[in-house]
């Protein structure tokens, strides 16, 4: 009895001890609450910091970008082999989406414009309006959006798996320039596919709103061409190329930085993937609306 009342003090005394020796003690547990409310407030600490190391990330690569292409171009060291089987790649995987979406959009811009044109006793005006949306917003979108879609992911891709497989590292430590040899030709197919598909959709999109204006709504077709051909101008076409351009340069950009910036093996691939197509349509949805601003500032029309 006697030997127990001893032992017993013993056990009781392990935890005094170990404070006395100096031994941490057991740190609490955290709530699940407590958790998510630690995670979010880090996640505000370094989400912005992440936005602004990726934003001029992507701001760097595009001027060095365009520089090397004009210095390239100008001296003879552009790569057309590249350029040209990455134009073939991106315009066979856009085309023909591009093409399909281009009809119902017509149609259905022909079928909102007319409704809205019988309200206010302005059918006649149907073929300007929904024409002139095709053009000037319809077209520029859907192109940088199938672009991003299919072309900036599968680019990103490339790189991506590049990256892992440590060939983006190999390049550089032989002193080869991994924009000029990877990015540049990228640019420039994607410059040159976002104008061309532009231009396509402007001519699906609106030859599909005529037809189903004239064969399904029952209009005039003279009446919607002739709409049509008075209230549009050569500035709107152009504006519209320009916006072709500038979108193509955009996803092209982006999928190139998200691609040589991968990490965390086929993982990390997926996640850059997911992530230039949201980056890309993000900054297209801004870029239009900042370009469609300044048209209306600048050129203002007397009337529709």
Known sequence: MAIAQQATPLRRGAATVDR???????????????????????????????ALETVGGQC???????????????TGKF???????????????????????????????????????AQVGATSLAGAASGLAVIRQGAPMVAALLMAAAAGS??????????????????????????RRLVVPRLAAAVIVSAALTGIICFVGFFSGYVF?????????GT?????ASFATVADF????????????????????????TRGGPAGVANSVNATVVASIILLMLVNVGFTQLYVMLFPRTGF
């Open 60 to 74: 760097v690569l595009g001027l060095q970008a365009t520089r090397h292409l004009i210095v390239d171009i100008v």
């Open 20 to 50: 006395e020796i100096g031994a941490p003690p057991p740190a609490p547990r955290r709530s699940a609450n407590a958790e998510v409310a630690a995670w979010f407030r880090g996640y505000l600490r370094r989400h912005p910091l992440a």
């Open 238 to 261: 152009i504006l519209t190329m320009i916006k072709s351009v500038v979108f193509g340069a955009i996803v092209a950009i982006v999928a190139c930085q998200k691609g040589l910036t």
């Open 213 to 221: 204006n004239a064969f399904v709504q029952e209009g005039t077709p």
């Open 224 to 228: 919607f061409v002739a709409t049509f």
């Open 154 to 179: 599968a680019v990103c891709a490339d790189l991506g798996s590049r990256k892992i497989r440590d060939e983006i590292d190999a390049m550089e430590v032989m002193g080869l320039s991994v924009i």
């Open 79 to 117: 790569p057309v082999a590249e350029f040209i089987r990455q134009s073939a790649f991106m315009a066979s995987a856009s085309a023909m989406p591009t093409v399909f979406v281009a009809i119902p959009i017509g149609m259905t811009l022909s079928i909102q414009f007319a409704l809205l044109a």
